[in-house]
C-alpha cells in the first residue's frame, strides 16, 4: 500500500496537481492538466490514479468536476515532503471580476467571499457541524440553533421542508465551499431584507453595505 501511494505521488504530472492542490482550493481536471503539462486525456488518466488511491476527491457540480485532496491527512503528507525538498507552491489566483467574486447569489442562496466566509466562521464557532455520514452534509448545533433563533432563523420549520437541510456547494470563483440548502437560502434571505446586502439588477452580484459590514463584523466576527 505504501509503495502504491508513493508511486501515486512520484510521478512529477502527478506531483504538481497534487501540489497546486495544497492551497485548499479544487480545480477542474483542465486545469489541473494545465499545471501538470499534459494533455486532457492523460490528465485524466493521472487524476483517475490519485483518486484510485485516495489522494485526491471528486465532485460533479453542473457539467464541471472539481478535484481536491482527499483530506487533512493527504495535506500533511505532501506539506512534510515539500519541507524536506524545500519546496513552494504557486497560490490560487480567482479571475473572477472582483464584485461577483466578494459576494452573489448561487441559485437561491450566497456565494463569492462572503458566504466561503461564512461557511468558515460557522465552523468555527461550532453552530455547524459536518454529518456523522457525510462531510458534505451539515447539521445545526445547539449553539447554532440559538444564535440563528436570534436572527428569526427558524429551525425546526427549515427543516420541515422538502429539501436538504444545508450542505457544501463549492464555490466556483473561492473553489472552497458554502453553505447550500435550505439554510443557505434563509441566510441569503434574511441578508436581503435586513439590507446586509443589495442585490445588483443587471447581475448576481450583491453589493455588502457599509450596515452589512457592522451588523455581521458584530455578530459574526467577520468583515468582507
Not at 207 to 216: D, E, I, K, S, Y
Request: proline share 2%; glycine share 6%.
Amino acid at each position: 500500500m505504501v509503495s502504491r501511494i508513493s508511486a501515486a505521488i512520484a510521478e512529477p504530472a502527478r506531483t504538481r496537481m497534487l501540489y497546486c492542490l495544497m492551497d485548499g482550493h479544487a480545480r477542474t481536471g483542465t486545469e489541473l492538466g494545465i499545471v501538470a503539462e499534459v494533455s486532457p486525456s492523460t490528465a485524466s488518466v493521472h487524476l483517475g490514479r490519485l483518486k484510485e488511491q485516495q489522494l485526491v476527491k471528486v465532485v460533479a457540480q453542473g457539467k464541471c468536476r472539481y478535484y481536491s485532496l482527499a483530506g487533512a491527512s493527504v495535506a500533511a503528507v505532501l506539506e512534510a515532503l515539500a519541507v524536506m525538498a524545500g519546496g513552494t507552491r504557486d497560490r490560487f489566483v480567482p479571475s473572477t471580476p472582483a464584485a461577483l467574486r466578494r459576494a452573489r447569489t448561487c441559485y437561491d442562496h450566497l456565494a463569492g467571499t462572503l458566504a466561503v466566509t461564512l461557511h468558515d466562521r460557522f465552523l468555527q464557532l461550532h453552530w455547524l457541524s459536518s454529518s456523522a455520514t457525510d462531510n458534505d452534509e451539515y447539521t445545526v448545533t445547539l449553539e447554532g440553533a440559538n444564535a440563528l433563533a436570534s436572527l428569526g432563523v427558524d429551525i425546526e420549520k427549515i427543516r420541515s421542508q422538502r429539501r436538504r437541510f444545508a450542505y457544501a456547494c463549492l464555490d466556483w470563483s473561492e473553489r472552497r465551499p458554502h453553505i447550500a440548502g435550505a439554510l443557505g437560502a434563509v441566510l441569503l434571505k434574511i441578508a436581503l431584507q435586513r439590507k446586509w446586502v443589495i442585490q445588483d439588477l443587471d447581475s448576481r452580484a450583491l453589493r455588502v453595505t457599509a450596515a452589512g459590514n457592522r451588523h455581521m463584523a458584530a455578530r459574526f466576527g467577520i468583515c468582507i
